[in-house]
Structure formats: structure tokens, C-alpha cells
């Protein structure tokens, strides 16, 4: 089983719709989690940190379930700038930091 | 307070040559990460360094591959003898010394094309 699992996508959805991605993790001592955005070609950029059992950034909430190893992300209200990969990425005590292959966005008018 | 800093940006090599990829990090941040990315692909995480120790290198290729972070100057990712399939965007990664769980925030990496 892979450290890190997300659904490759792509999602399209239309402007003003809500979609939610999930990513499975292996290792039960990841400690806390994140999620990227990559647009394409460029790096990836922090879009939210999740330490407990979640977090809520205007239209961005990150959800954590420990029991089973999972951490989702769901976007309201789509925007078209919301196009992106998505990738999802625990980290451990040691700090090493993996990310899943990345969940793919497309937001169509 | 520049960003994480790597360079070159676009490196083009011959098979058979040596490639040298440089990763400052930001100020402050003493942990240095290195990651592969395929094109259409998610990012590989290849080692992770703090200054002068490598502290995980579990993803870096067994041949060829070594990484360093000198206690003075830039992170250095070393290719040597490249290969076609070594062509990919590698992307540096630095996080300040504060433990488990502080983000890492990530240069704007280097397309290596071996021809």
C-alpha cells in the first residue's frame, strides 16, 4: 500500500459547485498534515495545515479522521482560479514530508 | 526575506554529463528536502537534509544520485552520468527548526532535460 493515496482526477465541476477530495494514509505516526495547490509548471504552495481534527479557511475546509487514516479537503463555491492540482501531504516525527500523486481540478464557466 | 532560491531553472545536459542543481533556502530554515516530479506526475520524494547530516535518504536512486547541505552555501543535488529518464523538474523544499508538523515552503525548481 502507498504511504499516500489520492484519487488522480480530474475532477470537473462546474463554477459554484462544491467537490471534496480525500487522501488515505498508511502510517498512523504522522503527526500533522497539509495540503498543496500546484498550478501547472509551477511549484507547489501551502493551502492549508491540518494539526487536529480540522480546519476552516473561508471557502476551503480541511477535515482529519485518525481512526481512519484519512484527511479531506472541500472547496465551496468553485472558482475558476480554483483549477490546480491538489496534493495532500502528512508529515512524520522525523519531519520528512511525502505527498500523494495530486488530485486534479478543473472548474469549467 | 526571499524564498526559497534554486537554480538554475532550466538545465539542459547531455547523456553521459554531470548535473549540479542548487537549492538556497530561506532564511532561517535549516531543513532542506528534495523532491522529483515527472511531468503528469506527483511529486517523489527523493531526501531530506539538515545542514551537514542527510537525515532521510530512502527516495534517492541507489547510483549516481548524491545530495549535500554544506554548512556554508547552497543545498547541492548531484546527477551524475545523467540518463533520458532522469529528465524531470526537481523541486527544493526548506522548513525552519522548529519540529514536527512546520510546513515547508518550495523553490520554483529546476527542469533538467538530458538529451
Known amino acids: 500500500r502507498k504511504e499516500v493515496e489520492q484519487d488522480p482526477g480530474p475532477f470537473n465541476v462546474p463554477e459554484g459547485a462544491t467537490v471534496a477530495f480525500n487522501c488515505t494514509y498508511s502510517?498512523?505516526?504522522?503527526?500533522?498534515f497539509f495540503w498543496y495547490r500546484q498550478d501547472c509548471r509551477k511549484e507547489p504552495k501551502l493551502l492549508m495545515s491540518v494539526y487536529s481534527s480540522g480546519n476552516e479557511d473561508g471557502r476551503f475546509t480541511a477535515q482529519l479522521n485518525r481512526a481512519s487514516q484519512y484527511i479531506s479537503l472541500l472547496i465551496r463555491d468553485s472558482k475558476l482560479s480554483d483549477s490546480a492540482t491538489y496534493l495532500c501531504g502528512p508529515s512524520y516525527n522525523t519531519d520528512k514530508l511525502i505527498f500523494g500523486t495530486g488530485t486534479r481540478l478543473q472548474v469549467f464557466p | 526575506n526571499a524564498g526559497v532560491m534554486q537554480n538554475p531553472r532550466h538545465l539542459v545536459r547531455r547523456r553521459g554529463q554531470e548535473a549540479r542543481l542548487r537549492c538556497s533556502p530561506m532564511?532561517?530554515?535549516?531543513?532542506v528536502y528534495w523532491y522529483r516530479q515527472l511531468p503528469e506526475e506527483g511529486l517523489k520524494f527523493m531526501v531530506y537534509?539538515?545542514?551537514?547530516?542527510?537525515?532521510?535518504e530512502s527516495g534517492m536512486p541507489k547510483e549516481r544520485f548524491s545530495a549535500e547541505f554544506p554548512k556554508e552555501g547552497p543545498s547541492i543535488l548531484r546527477i551524475q552520468q545523467v540518463v533520458r529518464g532522469d529528465s524531470a523538474a526537481y523541486f527544493c523544499?526548506?522548513?525552519?527548526?522548529?519540529?514536527?508538523?512546520?510546513?515547508?515552503?518550495f523553490g520554483q525548481g529546476t527542469r533538467l532535460t538530458v538529451v
Open positions: 537534509l539538515q545542514k551537514e547530516n542527510i537525515i532521510d
Open positions: 502510517n498512523s505516526a504522522s503527526q500533522s
Open positions: 532564511k532561517g530554515h535549516s531543513h
Open positions: 523544499a526548506s522548513s525552519p527548526e522548529t519540529g514536527s508538523g512546520t510546513e515547508a515552503f
